[in-house]
């Protein structure tokens, strides 16, 4: 059985579509991510499959309890982490997580052995008995994800789970996702706007645009959609001979040619390099510079959307009838739409 299971769901809010009938399935055990600027929908389809909003349109199920009719099953199941810190800072972390495993009903035997595993989980447990305003900022992002993972669910949803927190910490956390994914077995869902977060982390990638999904794969196969990677080459003079000779090069799969360029497109480029120049110098071409590009998943949402990430989310607005913008975030507990 899949984790979760998507069928056309949509969402609107008056005169704007956020969710744009979405299908799609993840696996048990999946690391998935869903890519894409603010506003494209992505925090909007997690409160969904939370139960936090109601789909317009469509059907989802999570560890197959249906989002509509089984709201309380589907909360039981899951785990979440928003955007925005929801701790109490002037409790411990154990504190704050002897608490939300109260909420889940986990007896005291329980609660305590489920404390000491997420700590160490996410190496916190020399810190347990410190106030959570001590911790860095990347201390309380790890808390809030042992705080997701207290009660076992089968599923965890993280929205944007790195954001505001420096490179070097960003990483950092990237190693707690994997290793609760690994160690607990725990499905993983995230969303984020970080390109290398979801080529590093993910099993396989989303991308999200204006509500829509508008490409599903591996991070390498979605790469690959960009035919390999392309050298650069600066020249000094007619770059026609050089063309001619790359054109009879198995490994050569496309040439670009500009006034003082040629772009060429292969395999393995860092293993060409040395070719492509050896070939210059035997027709007497002579190179400026070298440049090696390789595929990212920002240009695979660029020939996609004709856009790169950051236009994307200059162009969102918020919806007309005055619902926050999706990439405002959820910063305590909500209620279900009745």
Same mark, same amino acid.
């Given at each position: 059985?899949?984790?979760?299971?998507?069928?056309?769901?949509?969402?609107?809010?008056?005169?704007?579509?956020?969710?744009?009938?979405?299908?799609?399935?993840?696996?048990?055990?999946?690391?998935?991510?869903?890519?894409?600027?603010?506003?494209?929908?992505?925090?909007?389809?997690?409160?969904?499959?939370?139960?936090?909003?109601?789909?317009?349109?469509?059907?989802?199920?999570?560890?197959?309890?249906?989002?509509?009719?089984?709201?309380?099953?589907?909360?039981?199941?899951?785990?979440?982490?928003?955007?925005?810190?929801?701790?109490?800072?002037?409790?411990?972390?154990?504190?704050?997580?002897?608490?939300?495993?109260?909420?889940?009903?986990?007896?005291?035997?329980?609660?305590?052995?489920?404390?000491?595993?997420?700590?160490?989980?996410?190496?916190?447990?020399?810190?347990?008995?410190?106030?959570?305003?001590?911790?860095?900022?990347?201390?309380?992002?790890?808390?809030?994800?042992?705080?997701?993972?207290?009660?076992?669910?089968?599923?965890?949803?993280?929205?944007?789970?790195?954001?505001?927190?420096?490179?070097?910490?960003?990483?950092?956390?990237?190693?707690?996702?994997?290793?609760?994914?690994?160690?607990?077995?725990?499905?993983?869902?995230?969303?984020?706007?970080?390109?290398?977060?979801?080529?590093?982390?993910?099993?396989?990638?989303?991308?999200?645009?204006?509500?829509?999904?508008?490409?599903?794969?591996?991070?390498?196969?979605?790469?690959?959609?960009?035919?390999?990677?392309?050298?650069?080459?600066?020249?000094?003079?007619?770059?026609?001979?050089?063309?001619?000779?790359?054109?009879?090069?198995?490994? /050569?799969?496309?040439?670009?040619?500009?006034?003082?360029?040629?772009?060429?497109?292969?395999?393995?480029?860092?293993?060409?390099?040395?070719?492509?120049?050896?070939?210059?110098?035997? /027709?007497?071409?002579?190179?400026?510079?070298?440049?090696?590009?390789?595929?990212?998943?920002?240009?695979?949402?660029?020939?996609?959307?004709?856009?790169?990430?950051?236009?994307?989310?200059?162009?969102?607005?918020?919806?007309?009838?005055?619902?926050?913008?999706?990439?405002?975030?959820?910063?305590?507990?909500?209620?279900?739409?009745?």
């Amino acid at each position: 059985m899949d984790a979760i299971q998507v069928d056309t769901l949509t969402k609107r809010f008056e005169t704007t579509t956020a969710v744009d009938g979405l299908s799609f399935t993840v696996e048990q055990g999946e690391l998935f991510g869903m890519l894409g600027p603010n506003g494209a929908g992505k925090s909007t389809l997690i409160n969904i499959l939370c139960t936090l909003l109601k789909p317009s349109d469509g059907r989802a199920t999570v560890n197959g309890y249906d989002i509509r009719e089984e709201t309380a099953a589907v909360r039981d199941s899951i785990g979440i982490v928003f955007q925005e810190p929801a701790l109490d800072e002037e409790l411990t972390g154990a504190e704050n997580l002897a608490f939300h495993a109260r909420l889940y009903g986990l007896g005291k035997a329980e609660r305590t052995e489920r404390i000491d595993e997420v700590l160490e989980l996410v190496d916190l447990a020399t810190v347990r008995d410190e106030p959570v305003k001590q911790y860095s900022g990347g201390m309380k992002r790890r808390l809030e994800i042992a705080r997701g993972l207290i009660h076992e669910p089968a599923v965890l949803f993280l929205d944007e789970p790195t954001l505001g927190l420096d490179a070097q910490t960003r990483r950092a956390t990237w190693e707690y996702i994997r290793r609760m994914n690994e160690d607990a077995g725990v499905t993983v869902v995230l969303t984020t706007h970080y390109m290398e977060e979801a080529d590093q982390l993910c099993d396989r990638v989303a991308i999200v645009d204006q509500g829509k999904i508008v490409a599903l794969d591996t991070p390498e196969a979605l790469k690959d959609q960009q035919g390999g990677d392309v050298i650069v080459v600066g020249l000094d003079g007619d770059a026609a001979t050089l063309v001619a000779q790359l054109e009879t090069q198995s490994w /050569v799969r496309e040439i670009d040619v500009t006034e003082t360029e040629v772009h060429v497109t292969l395999e393995l480029g860092e293993t060409r390099i040395p070719d492509l120049v050896r070939i210059a110098d035997d /027709v007497g071409v002579a190179i400026t510079s070298v440049e090696l590009r390789k595929p990212s998943l920002e240009t695979v949402f660029l020939s996609l959307t004709g856009s790169t990430l950051r236009e994307a989310a200059e162009q969102t607005t918020a919806p007309e009838d005055g619902t926050p913008s999706d990439d405002r975030a959820t910063s305590g507990p909500v209620e279900a739409e009745q």
